[in-house]
């Protein structure tokens, strides 16, 4: 379920599903509560079950919503036109903007941290959703290879495996500096500072993955430069 275009007509399910995720957003998994769901239809507590089977479906689909609009914003920022992935300055804004994000959506990292690693459906459909993020970065990565480097033919059953676990790689590193970012033991002017962390992050993934598909495909040893990453040729 994607979020609701404003004076769309919800089912009662939907708006079951809606409020739990603005809960979850707004107080994290201690904050989504059937009490909580029912104030907010204006129903008693037992009327949510007419919508929903229980909780942990509730929760499941709230957790997929909130960690979708995670992804949504996370192809906004990488797939900028402005964007130029060959500028460190503009790796370092997008950087920034991903622990601003991180910060305006502190709660919806707790849900990806406390539940992904769950059994059943919740673990299930965060984990899915998070693949889809993954996928994403997969994306990004091999366009930006191929641009860079002119390959062009097609990648076999290895290289895209290789692929996919460098995106998977980079996504955890985004999701742990995002936590350390949210932590209440850093002042807010080291929010700076996890950005760089982050920008750091980012350009070693970039360098480990061109070094492997490089090597994967035959191509040449890159130039790397330990602040920007990949020197072009």
């Known amino acids: 379920m994607s979020e609701p ?20 957003r707004k107080g994290g998994p201690a904050a989504l509560t059937s009490v909580a ?10 009327a949510v079950y007419r919508h929903v089977r229980n909780m942990e479906e509730l929760s499941a689909l709230a957790a997929e919503v909130v960690v979708a609009d995670l992804n ?44 992904r690693f769950v059994d ?18 997969a994306v990004l990565l091999e366009s930006r290879w191929r641009i860079e480097f002119g390959y062009e033919a097609p990648l076999g ?18 999701h742990a500096v995002a936590r350390l970012a949210c932590s209440p033991s850093l002042a807010p002017l080291e929010l700076a500072d996890a950005a760089v ?15 492997d598909m490089n090597e994967r495909v035959g191509l040449p040893f890159p130039r790397i430069d330990l602040e920007q990453g990949i020197i072009p040729d």
């Not at 997008?94 to 990292?109: G, P, W």
């Open 37 to 46: 769901v029912a104030e907010r239809m204006g129903v008693t507590q037992p």
């Open 5 to 24: 275009k404003p004076g769309t007509l919800l089912s009662r399910r939907d708006q079951a599903i809606a409020h739990a995720a603005d809960l979850l």
């Open 197 to 211: 962390i982050m920008r750091h992050r980012v350009v070693a993934g970039w360098a480990s993955f061109v070094i």
């Open 157 to 174: 059953k290895h290289e895209h495996e290789a692929v996919a676990a460098h995106a998977r790689a980079i996504h955890d590193d985004w």
């Open 120 to 137: 059943g459906r919740l673990g299930t459909g965060i984990r899915r959703v998070i693949e889809e993020g993954c996928g994403l970065i």
């Open 72 to 115: 949504r914003s996370l192809r906004e920022l990488m797939f900028d036109p402005n964007m130029d992935w060959e500028e460190i300055d503009d790796v370092s804004r997008l950087c920034r903007d991903l622990i601003d994000q991180a910060v305006r959506n502190q709660q919806s990292f707790e849900v990806v941290a406390r539940w």
